[in-house]
Protein backbone atom coordinates (compact mmCIF):
# COMPACT_ATOMS: atom_id res chain seq x y z
CA UNK A 1 0.00 0.00 0.00
CA UNK A 2 1.82 3.49 -1.09
CA UNK A 3 1.60 5.94 2.02
CA UNK A 4 0.05 9.23 1.79
CA UNK A 5 3.49 10.97 1.64
CA UNK A 6 4.34 9.20 -1.36
CA UNK A 7 0.65 9.45 -3.19
CA UNK A 8 0.91 12.92 -2.93
CA UNK A 9 4.60 13.46 -4.46
CA UNK A 10 3.90 10.68 -7.14
CA UNK A 11 4.93 11.43 -10.73
CA UNK A 12 3.75 10.64 -14.02
CA UNK A 13 6.17 11.02 -16.80
CA UNK A 14 5.31 14.84 -18.83
CA UNK A 15 7.09 15.55 -21.65
CA UNK A 16 11.01 15.95 -20.76
CA UNK A 17 10.09 16.25 -17.26
CA UNK A 18 7.20 15.21 -14.46
CA UNK A 19 3.68 15.80 -13.22
CA UNK A 20 1.83 15.36 -10.22
CA UNK A 21 -1.02 16.71 -8.62
CA UNK A 22 -1.58 18.32 -5.03
CA UNK A 23 -4.33 18.06 -2.57
CA UNK A 24 -5.69 19.92 -0.04
CA UNK A 25 -4.02 18.35 3.15
CA UNK A 26 -0.33 19.43 3.02
CA UNK A 27 -1.32 22.98 3.30
CA UNK A 28 0.24 25.21 5.66
CA UNK A 29 -1.76 28.64 5.32
CA UNK A 30 -2.80 29.17 1.91
CA UNK A 31 -0.24 27.47 0.33
CA UNK A 32 1.31 23.70 0.01
CA UNK A 33 4.63 22.92 2.78
CA UNK A 34 7.69 23.86 1.30
CA UNK A 35 9.32 20.59 2.71
CA UNK A 36 6.92 18.43 0.72
CA UNK A 37 7.55 20.66 -2.56
CA UNK A 38 11.54 19.88 -2.26
CA UNK A 39 10.73 16.33 -1.81
CA UNK A 40 8.54 16.86 -4.60
CA UNK A 41 11.67 18.56 -6.88
CA UNK A 42 13.82 15.65 -5.56
CA UNK A 43 11.63 13.12 -6.48
CA UNK A 44 11.73 14.08 -9.88
CA UNK A 45 15.28 14.36 -9.92
CA UNK A 46 15.80 11.34 -9.09
CA UNK A 47 13.44 9.94 -11.54
CA UNK A 48 15.72 12.10 -13.62
CA UNK A 49 18.98 11.12 -12.97
CA UNK A 50 18.87 7.82 -11.79
CA UNK A 51 21.64 5.10 -10.64
CA UNK A 52 24.42 5.31 -10.04
CA UNK A 53 22.85 9.06 -8.21
CA UNK A 54 20.23 7.86 -6.82
CA UNK A 55 20.11 10.39 -3.52
CA UNK A 56 20.12 14.17 -3.51
CA UNK A 57 23.47 15.28 -0.98
CA UNK A 58 22.96 19.19 -1.47
CA UNK A 59 19.74 20.71 -2.67
CA UNK A 60 19.10 24.39 -2.71
CA UNK A 61 15.96 26.02 -3.45
CA UNK A 62 14.49 29.37 -4.23
CA UNK A 63 10.97 29.80 -3.36
CA UNK A 64 9.35 32.30 -6.12
CA UNK A 65 5.51 32.17 -5.49
CA UNK A 66 3.13 29.78 -3.21
CA UNK A 67 1.97 26.69 -4.92
CA UNK A 68 -1.34 25.63 -3.83
CA UNK A 69 -3.40 22.53 -4.41
CA UNK A 70 -3.46 21.22 -7.92
CA UNK A 71 -1.41 20.11 -11.31
CA UNK A 72 2.12 20.96 -11.08
CA UNK A 73 5.40 19.68 -13.33
CA UNK A 74 8.57 19.53 -12.76
CA UNK A 75 11.10 20.50 -15.22
CA UNK A 76 14.63 19.14 -14.81
CA UNK A 77 17.84 20.18 -16.40
CA UNK A 78 21.13 17.44 -15.42
CA UNK A 79 23.90 19.80 -15.82
CA UNK A 80 26.69 17.19 -14.81
CA UNK A 81 27.38 13.89 -14.62
CA UNK A 82 30.45 12.72 -12.92
CA UNK A 83 31.79 9.40 -11.27
CA UNK A 84 30.85 10.32 -7.77
CA UNK A 85 28.38 13.35 -7.86
CA UNK A 86 25.60 14.23 -10.67
CA UNK A 87 24.61 18.13 -10.84
CA UNK A 88 20.95 19.54 -11.79
CA UNK A 89 18.84 21.93 -11.42
CA UNK A 90 14.76 21.38 -11.26
CA UNK A 91 11.85 24.46 -11.63
CA UNK A 92 8.18 23.28 -10.44
CA UNK A 93 5.82 24.73 -12.03
CA UNK A 94 1.50 25.41 -12.35
CA UNK A 95 -0.34 26.17 -14.77
CA UNK A 96 -3.21 29.44 -13.66
CA UNK A 97 -6.70 29.13 -14.83
CA UNK A 98 -5.56 31.22 -17.47
CA UNK A 99 -3.70 29.13 -19.16
CA UNK A 100 -0.26 30.89 -17.84
CA UNK A 101 2.69 28.55 -16.34
CA UNK A 102 4.21 30.32 -12.69
CA UNK A 103 7.27 29.04 -11.60
CA UNK A 104 7.02 28.36 -8.10
CA UNK A 105 10.19 26.92 -6.87
CA UNK A 106 13.88 26.63 -8.41
CA UNK A 107 16.22 24.23 -7.03
CA UNK A 108 19.93 23.51 -7.72
CA UNK A 109 21.18 19.95 -6.36
CA UNK A 110 23.80 17.69 -6.13
CA UNK A 111 23.16 13.76 -6.10
CA UNK A 112 25.40 11.16 -5.45
CA UNK A 113 24.56 7.59 -3.15
CA UNK A 114 24.16 7.83 0.64
CA UNK A 115 24.50 4.29 0.34
CA UNK A 116 27.95 4.28 -0.58
CA UNK A 117 29.30 7.06 2.34
CA UNK A 118 31.99 5.56 4.81
CA UNK A 119 30.95 4.60 8.54
CA UNK A 120 34.24 7.00 9.71
CA UNK A 121 32.83 9.50 12.39
CA UNK A 122 34.91 12.18 13.39
CA UNK A 123 33.34 14.41 15.00
CA UNK A 124 29.19 14.31 14.67
CA UNK A 125 26.43 16.64 16.49
CA UNK A 126 24.42 14.44 18.67
CA UNK A 127 20.76 14.46 18.62
CA UNK A 128 19.22 16.88 22.01
CA UNK A 129 17.86 14.93 24.96
CA UNK A 130 14.17 15.23 25.49
CA UNK A 131 11.51 13.54 26.89
CA UNK A 132 9.78 10.67 25.26
CA UNK A 133 7.49 11.12 22.77
CA UNK A 134 4.33 10.20 24.92
CA UNK A 135 5.86 12.81 27.18
CA UNK A 136 5.74 15.62 24.47
CA UNK A 137 3.15 17.66 23.17
CA UNK A 138 0.83 16.28 20.35
CA UNK A 139 -0.48 18.61 18.00
CA UNK A 140 -3.81 17.27 19.20
CA UNK A 141 -2.85 19.91 21.76
CA UNK A 142 -2.23 22.88 19.45
CA UNK A 143 -4.97 25.26 19.49
CA UNK A 144 -8.09 24.49 17.32
CA UNK A 145 -7.55 27.74 15.03
CA UNK A 146 -4.21 26.82 14.12
CA UNK A 147 -4.68 23.28 13.22
CA UNK A 148 -7.64 24.56 10.22
CA UNK A 149 -4.77 26.56 9.22
CA UNK A 150 -2.51 24.21 8.74
CA UNK A 151 -3.83 20.74 6.96
CA UNK A 152 0.00 19.85 6.95
CA UNK A 153 -0.37 18.91 10.88
CA UNK A 154 -2.80 15.98 10.37
CA UNK A 155 -0.13 14.14 8.06
CA UNK A 156 2.56 14.33 10.51
CA UNK A 157 3.23 12.79 14.06
CA UNK A 158 5.19 15.51 15.70
CA UNK A 159 5.60 15.85 19.05
CA UNK A 160 7.24 18.63 20.76
CA UNK A 161 9.53 18.89 23.67
CA UNK A 162 7.32 20.28 26.38
CA UNK A 163 10.37 22.86 26.87
CA UNK A 164 9.89 24.51 23.83
CA UNK A 165 6.49 24.29 23.40
CA UNK A 166 5.19 27.14 25.52
CA UNK A 167 3.54 29.04 22.42
CA UNK A 168 1.31 26.74 22.31
CA UNK A 169 -0.33 28.25 25.84
CA UNK A 170 0.89 31.91 24.35
CA UNK A 171 4.02 31.39 26.80
CA UNK A 172 6.88 31.70 23.92
CA UNK A 173 10.05 30.75 25.67
CA UNK A 174 11.83 33.23 23.32
CA UNK A 175 15.06 31.36 22.98
CA UNK A 176 14.39 30.39 19.34
CA UNK A 177 14.99 26.77 19.34
CA UNK A 178 12.13 23.92 18.88
CA UNK A 179 12.62 20.33 19.26
CA UNK A 180 10.19 17.68 18.14
CA UNK A 181 10.05 13.77 17.14
CA UNK A 182 8.71 13.01 14.39
CA UNK A 183 7.39 10.41 12.11
CA UNK A 184 4.42 9.41 9.30
CA UNK A 185 1.42 8.37 11.20
CA UNK A 186 0.71 5.34 8.56
CA UNK A 187 4.02 3.48 9.04
CA UNK A 188 5.68 5.08 6.24
CA UNK A 189 9.62 4.58 7.30
CA UNK A 190 12.10 7.74 6.68
CA UNK A 191 14.03 8.00 3.57
CA UNK A 192 16.17 10.61 1.81
CA UNK A 193 12.47 12.37 0.32
CA UNK A 194 10.96 12.29 4.08
CA UNK A 195 13.80 14.20 5.12
CA UNK A 196 13.21 16.96 3.37
CA UNK A 197 9.58 17.11 4.55
CA UNK A 198 11.25 16.75 8.15
CA UNK A 199 13.32 19.48 7.77
CA UNK A 200 10.73 22.01 6.89
CA UNK A 201 7.67 20.09 8.98
CA UNK A 202 8.12 22.16 12.51
CA UNK A 203 6.19 25.59 12.90
CA UNK A 204 8.37 28.26 12.08
CA UNK A 205 11.10 29.18 14.80
CA UNK A 206 9.89 32.86 15.46
CA UNK A 207 6.61 31.09 16.95
CA UNK A 208 9.32 31.20 19.95
CA UNK A 209 9.57 34.34 19.97
CA UNK A 210 5.86 34.78 20.32
CA UNK A 211 5.58 36.05 16.10
CA UNK A 212 3.07 34.07 14.75
CA UNK A 213 2.73 35.85 11.61
CA UNK A 214 3.70 34.01 8.28
CA UNK A 215 7.39 33.72 7.96
CA UNK A 216 8.20 33.56 4.06
CA UNK A 217 11.08 31.57 3.09
CA UNK A 218 13.65 33.25 1.06
CA UNK A 219 16.08 30.26 0.23
CA UNK A 220 16.39 26.90 1.58
CA UNK A 221 19.31 24.37 1.16
CA UNK A 222 19.31 20.78 3.03
CA UNK A 223 22.40 18.67 3.01
CA UNK A 224 21.47 15.07 3.21
CA UNK A 225 24.47 13.08 4.93
CA UNK A 226 22.93 9.63 5.59
CA UNK A 227 20.04 7.04 5.20
CA UNK A 228 17.91 7.43 8.05
CA UNK A 229 17.12 4.02 9.95
CA UNK A 230 13.47 2.89 10.32
CA UNK A 231 11.16 4.63 13.25
CA UNK A 232 11.22 8.40 14.89
CA UNK A 233 12.82 11.27 13.71
CA UNK A 234 14.71 13.65 16.38
CA UNK A 235 14.35 17.00 14.68
CA UNK A 236 15.85 20.64 16.01
CA UNK A 237 15.32 23.69 14.44
CA UNK A 238 17.03 27.08 15.79
CA UNK A 239 17.52 30.26 15.20
CA UNK A 240 20.34 32.22 16.13
CA UNK A 241 19.45 35.68 13.97
CA UNK A 242 16.65 37.13 13.99
CA UNK A 243 17.34 41.03 13.08
CA UNK A 244 17.16 43.45 10.22
CA UNK A 245 13.53 41.91 9.51
CA UNK A 246 15.19 38.49 8.64
CA UNK A 247 16.52 35.40 9.75
CA UNK A 248 17.90 32.03 9.32
CA UNK A 249 16.51 29.11 10.68
CA UNK A 250 19.04 25.72 11.21
CA UNK A 251 17.59 22.43 11.28
CA UNK A 252 19.20 18.88 12.51
CA UNK A 253 17.05 15.44 11.61
CA UNK A 254 18.81 12.69 13.61
CA UNK A 255 17.45 8.97 12.95
CA UNK A 256 16.56 6.29 15.39
CA UNK A 257 20.35 5.38 16.40
CA UNK A 258 21.35 9.15 17.01
CA UNK A 259 22.88 9.44 13.12
CA UNK A 260 22.60 12.92 12.43
CA UNK A 261 21.08 12.18 8.69
CA UNK A 262 20.05 15.70 7.63
CA UNK A 263 21.02 19.43 8.49
CA UNK A 264 19.02 22.56 6.75
CA UNK A 265 19.25 25.93 6.64
CA UNK A 266 16.57 28.70 5.98
CA UNK A 267 16.64 32.40 5.23
CA UNK A 268 12.78 33.61 5.87
CA UNK A 269 11.78 37.15 6.13
CA UNK A 270 10.32 37.73 9.86
CA UNK A 271 6.87 38.02 10.41
CA UNK A 272 5.62 41.73 10.87
CA UNK A 273 3.44 40.28 14.64
CA UNK B 1 42.86 53.76 -7.78
CA UNK B 2 40.69 50.79 -8.28
CA UNK B 3 41.60 47.94 -5.52
CA UNK B 4 43.56 44.48 -6.39
CA UNK B 5 40.21 42.98 -5.60
CA UNK B 6 37.82 45.39 -7.72
CA UNK B 7 40.76 44.75 -10.71
CA UNK B 8 40.55 41.17 -10.69
CA UNK B 9 36.09 40.67 -10.38
CA UNK B 10 36.28 43.57 -13.22
CA UNK B 11 33.31 42.74 -15.75
CA UNK B 12 32.96 43.81 -19.23
CA UNK B 13 29.92 43.56 -21.64
CA UNK B 14 29.99 40.29 -23.21
CA UNK B 15 26.80 39.97 -25.30
CA UNK B 16 24.02 39.01 -22.73
CA UNK B 17 26.37 38.83 -20.24
CA UNK B 18 29.89 39.76 -18.45
CA UNK B 19 33.01 38.46 -19.13
CA UNK B 20 36.51 39.17 -17.18
CA UNK B 21 40.42 37.79 -16.43
CA UNK B 22 41.42 36.05 -13.84
CA UNK B 23 44.86 36.26 -12.52
CA UNK B 24 47.64 33.87 -11.19
CA UNK B 25 47.25 35.90 -7.68
CA UNK B 26 44.05 34.48 -6.00
CA UNK B 27 44.58 30.70 -6.32
CA UNK B 28 44.19 28.10 -3.82
CA UNK B 29 46.22 25.11 -4.88
CA UNK B 30 45.38 24.73 -8.21
CA UNK B 31 42.21 26.87 -8.23
CA UNK B 32 40.88 29.54 -7.91
CA UNK B 33 39.65 30.66 -4.47
CA UNK B 34 35.95 29.58 -4.13
CA UNK B 35 34.90 33.59 -2.29
CA UNK B 36 36.48 35.20 -5.34
CA UNK B 37 35.00 33.50 -7.87
CA UNK B 38 31.34 34.02 -6.34
CA UNK B 39 32.30 37.72 -6.16
CA UNK B 40 32.54 37.58 -9.85
CA UNK B 41 29.35 36.21 -10.19
CA UNK B 42 27.84 37.69 -7.66
CA UNK B 43 28.88 41.17 -9.49
CA UNK B 44 27.43 39.88 -12.77
CA UNK B 45 24.62 39.53 -11.64
CA UNK B 46 24.12 42.82 -9.43
CA UNK B 47 25.26 44.87 -13.33
CA UNK B 48 22.63 42.46 -14.59
CA UNK B 49 19.84 43.14 -11.85
CA UNK B 50 20.11 46.57 -11.13
CA UNK B 51 18.37 49.04 -8.39
CA UNK B 52 16.22 48.87 -6.63
CA UNK B 53 17.79 45.28 -5.85
CA UNK B 54 21.49 45.96 -5.57
CA UNK B 55 22.61 43.10 -3.24
CA UNK B 56 22.60 39.59 -2.45
CA UNK B 57 20.98 38.88 0.45
CA UNK B 58 21.13 34.95 -0.27
CA UNK B 59 23.38 33.29 -3.24
CA UNK B 60 23.62 29.21 -3.35
CA UNK B 61 26.43 28.40 -5.87
CA UNK B 62 27.47 24.57 -6.71
CA UNK B 63 31.19 24.15 -7.75
CA UNK B 64 31.52 22.12 -11.24
CA UNK B 65 34.95 22.00 -12.35
CA UNK B 66 38.11 23.80 -10.83
CA UNK B 67 38.61 27.23 -12.34
CA UNK B 68 41.80 28.44 -13.30
CA UNK B 69 43.56 31.35 -14.45
CA UNK B 70 42.53 33.34 -17.92
CA UNK B 71 38.99 34.59 -19.47
CA UNK B 72 35.47 33.51 -18.25
CA UNK B 73 32.40 34.64 -18.69
CA UNK B 74 29.20 35.57 -16.57
CA UNK B 75 26.25 34.46 -17.48
CA UNK B 76 23.22 35.75 -15.68
CA UNK B 77 18.80 34.85 -16.25
CA UNK B 78 16.98 37.35 -13.78
CA UNK B 79 14.05 34.57 -12.89
CA UNK B 80 11.58 36.92 -11.56
CA UNK B 81 11.61 40.81 -10.37
CA UNK B 82 9.23 41.69 -7.09
CA UNK B 83 8.68 44.61 -5.49
CA UNK B 84 11.45 43.36 -2.54
CA UNK B 85 13.45 41.17 -3.97
CA UNK B 86 14.70 39.85 -7.32
CA UNK B 87 15.40 36.13 -8.05
CA UNK B 88 18.00 35.09 -10.85
CA UNK B 89 20.61 32.66 -11.63
CA UNK B 90 23.89 32.69 -13.27
CA UNK B 91 26.51 30.45 -14.53
CA UNK B 92 30.71 31.23 -15.23
CA UNK B 93 32.34 29.50 -17.71
CA UNK B 94 35.68 29.10 -19.13
CA UNK B 95 36.89 28.25 -22.31
CA UNK B 96 39.22 25.79 -22.89
CA UNK B 97 42.39 25.73 -25.14
CA UNK B 98 40.00 22.86 -27.48
CA UNK B 99 37.33 26.06 -27.82
CA UNK B 100 35.22 23.82 -25.95
CA UNK B 101 32.98 25.86 -23.44
CA UNK B 102 33.10 24.61 -20.01
CA UNK B 103 30.77 25.32 -17.07
CA UNK B 104 32.55 26.11 -13.32
CA UNK B 105 29.77 27.19 -10.92
CA UNK B 106 25.89 27.45 -11.58
CA UNK B 107 24.69 30.15 -8.92
CA UNK B 108 20.97 31.01 -7.54
CA UNK B 109 20.40 33.91 -5.90
CA UNK B 110 17.89 36.05 -4.28
CA UNK B 111 18.92 40.06 -4.55
CA UNK B 112 17.44 43.10 -2.44
CA UNK B 113 18.11 46.47 -0.62
CA UNK B 114 20.82 45.76 2.36
CA UNK B 115 20.62 49.39 2.88
CA UNK B 116 17.10 49.32 3.67
CA UNK B 117 17.16 46.73 6.32
CA UNK B 118 15.22 47.32 9.77
CA UNK B 119 17.66 48.27 12.75
CA UNK B 120 15.73 46.08 14.75
CA UNK B 121 17.39 43.18 16.59
CA UNK B 122 15.76 40.50 18.59
CA UNK B 123 18.94 38.25 18.72
CA UNK B 124 22.21 38.26 16.94
CA UNK B 125 25.23 36.07 17.51
CA UNK B 126 28.11 38.05 18.90
CA UNK B 127 31.51 37.98 17.71
CA UNK B 128 34.02 35.42 19.31
CA UNK B 129 36.23 36.88 21.70
CA UNK B 130 39.88 36.84 20.43
CA UNK B 131 43.00 38.75 20.43
CA UNK B 132 43.58 42.10 18.99
CA UNK B 133 44.77 41.67 15.27
CA UNK B 134 48.59 42.13 16.24
CA UNK B 135 48.84 39.41 18.81
CA UNK B 136 47.37 37.20 15.48
CA UNK B 137 49.14 34.41 13.77
CA UNK B 138 49.92 36.08 10.10
CA UNK B 139 49.91 34.56 6.73
CA UNK B 140 53.55 35.14 6.91
CA UNK B 141 54.13 32.61 9.97
CA UNK B 142 52.77 29.84 7.57
CA UNK B 143 55.39 27.13 6.40
CA UNK B 144 56.82 28.62 3.12
CA UNK B 145 55.63 25.39 1.25
CA UNK B 146 52.38 26.48 2.05
CA UNK B 147 52.18 30.43 1.08
CA UNK B 148 53.64 28.79 -2.39
CA UNK B 149 50.78 26.92 -2.81
CA UNK B 150 48.42 29.45 -2.20
CA UNK B 151 48.73 32.96 -4.15
CA UNK B 152 45.19 33.87 -2.38
CA UNK B 153 46.82 34.56 1.03
CA UNK B 154 49.23 37.48 -0.15
CA UNK B 155 45.82 38.94 -1.33
CA UNK B 156 44.27 39.14 2.20
CA UNK B 157 45.68 40.43 5.67
CA UNK B 158 44.74 37.43 7.58
CA UNK B 159 45.17 37.25 11.25
CA UNK B 160 44.13 33.87 12.79
CA UNK B 161 43.34 33.47 17.15
CA UNK B 162 46.90 31.98 18.12
CA UNK B 163 44.61 29.86 20.06
CA UNK B 164 43.08 27.85 16.93
CA UNK B 165 46.63 28.09 14.61
CA UNK B 166 48.03 25.17 16.10
CA UNK B 167 47.96 23.05 12.67
CA UNK B 168 50.55 25.83 11.50
CA UNK B 169 52.92 24.39 13.96
CA UNK B 170 51.48 20.89 13.18
CA UNK B 171 49.88 20.27 16.40
CA UNK B 172 45.94 20.97 15.18
CA UNK B 173 43.79 21.81 18.30
CA UNK B 174 41.04 18.99 16.45
CA UNK B 175 37.68 21.34 17.86
CA UNK B 176 36.83 21.72 13.78
CA UNK B 177 36.98 25.58 14.50
CA UNK B 178 38.73 28.75 13.10
CA UNK B 179 38.52 32.66 13.99
CA UNK B 180 40.30 35.37 12.19
CA UNK B 181 40.44 39.03 11.73
CA UNK B 182 40.40 39.92 7.74
CA UNK B 183 41.10 43.03 6.07
CA UNK B 184 42.26 43.76 2.31
CA UNK B 185 45.39 45.29 2.63
CA UNK B 186 45.20 47.61 0.17
CA UNK B 187 42.52 49.36 2.24
CA UNK B 188 39.84 48.57 0.30
CA UNK B 189 36.94 48.37 2.69
CA UNK B 190 34.48 45.81 2.73
CA UNK B 191 31.22 45.54 1.07
CA UNK B 192 28.86 42.88 0.43
CA UNK B 193 31.21 41.67 -2.53
CA UNK B 194 34.40 41.24 -0.28
CA UNK B 195 32.23 39.24 1.90
CA UNK B 196 31.45 36.80 -0.04
CA UNK B 197 35.48 36.78 -0.06
CA UNK B 198 35.49 36.38 3.32
CA UNK B 199 33.07 33.29 3.90
CA UNK B 200 35.63 31.32 2.22
CA UNK B 201 39.21 33.02 2.87
CA UNK B 202 40.20 30.86 6.07
CA UNK B 203 41.81 27.70 5.76
CA UNK B 204 39.70 24.79 5.51
CA UNK B 205 38.25 24.11 8.79
CA UNK B 206 39.43 20.15 8.04
CA UNK B 207 43.22 21.24 8.98
CA UNK B 208 42.40 21.89 12.36
CA UNK B 209 41.66 18.21 12.38
CA UNK B 210 45.26 17.48 10.81
CA UNK B 211 43.57 16.67 7.54
CA UNK B 212 45.45 18.76 5.61
CA UNK B 213 44.62 17.63 1.71
CA UNK B 214 41.98 19.38 -0.53
CA UNK B 215 38.41 19.27 0.76
CA UNK B 216 36.58 20.24 -2.48
CA UNK B 217 33.29 21.95 -1.89
CA UNK B 218 30.12 20.57 -3.50
CA UNK B 219 27.88 23.73 -2.44
CA UNK B 220 27.86 26.60 -0.65
CA UNK B 221 25.68 28.78 0.57
CA UNK B 222 26.15 32.25 1.48
CA UNK B 223 23.26 34.67 3.55
CA UNK B 224 24.39 38.59 3.75
CA UNK B 225 22.48 39.96 6.73
CA UNK B 226 23.87 43.69 6.47
CA UNK B 227 26.29 45.97 4.67
CA UNK B 228 29.47 46.30 6.72
CA UNK B 229 31.21 48.95 8.44
CA UNK B 230 34.65 50.35 7.19
CA UNK B 231 37.46 48.39 8.97
CA UNK B 232 38.34 44.95 10.19
CA UNK B 233 36.09 42.05 9.44
CA UNK B 234 36.08 39.02 12.17
CA UNK B 235 35.43 35.45 10.46
CA UNK B 236 34.39 32.29 12.38
CA UNK B 237 34.59 28.92 10.97
CA UNK B 238 33.33 25.79 12.13
CA UNK B 239 32.65 21.84 11.49
CA UNK B 240 30.41 19.79 13.72
CA UNK B 241 30.07 16.93 11.45
CA UNK B 242 33.25 15.75 9.98
CA UNK B 243 31.69 11.93 8.97
CA UNK B 244 30.85 9.34 6.23
CA UNK B 245 33.28 11.37 4.01
CA UNK B 246 32.02 15.45 3.91
CA UNK B 247 31.60 17.90 6.32
CA UNK B 248 29.72 21.18 6.59
CA UNK B 249 31.36 24.22 7.17
CA UNK B 250 29.58 27.42 8.91
CA UNK B 251 31.38 30.64 8.33
CA UNK B 252 30.12 34.14 10.55
CA UNK B 253 31.55 37.21 9.64
CA UNK B 254 31.28 40.56 11.87
CA UNK B 255 31.86 44.07 10.94
CA UNK B 256 33.92 46.52 13.19
CA UNK B 257 30.76 47.13 15.11
CA UNK B 258 30.13 43.81 16.34
CA UNK B 259 27.09 43.51 13.90
CA UNK B 260 26.50 40.19 12.12
CA UNK B 261 26.42 41.26 8.57
CA UNK B 262 27.38 37.19 6.88
CA UNK B 263 26.67 33.74 7.09
CA UNK B 264 28.10 30.93 5.19
CA UNK B 265 27.62 26.92 5.30
CA UNK B 266 29.50 24.70 2.83
CA UNK B 267 29.27 20.92 2.01
CA UNK B 268 32.73 19.83 0.83
CA UNK B 269 33.96 16.19 1.15
CA UNK B 270 36.86 15.59 3.50
CA UNK B 271 39.92 15.48 2.56
CA UNK B 272 42.05 11.43 2.86
CA UNK B 273 44.63 12.64 4.84
Known sequence: MTSEFDREI???????????????????????????????????????????????????????????????????????????????????????????????????????????????????????????????????????????????????????????????????AGRGEFRAWLRLPDGREPDPLTLLLAIDALPPVTFDFGLYGWAPTVALTAYLRGRPAPGWLRVRTVSRNLFGGSLEEDGEVWDSTGRLVAQSRQLAFSPRG
Open 10 to 172: SLRPDGAGWAGTFGDGWRIGGGINGGLLLAAVALGLRKTIGDPHPDPLAISATYLSPTGPGTFVVRPDVVRRGRVTATAQASLLQVLDTGAEVERIRALATYGDLGSVSTDVRVMSRPPGMPPPEKCVTVADAPADFLEHSSLLQRLDLRLDPACAGWVLGQP
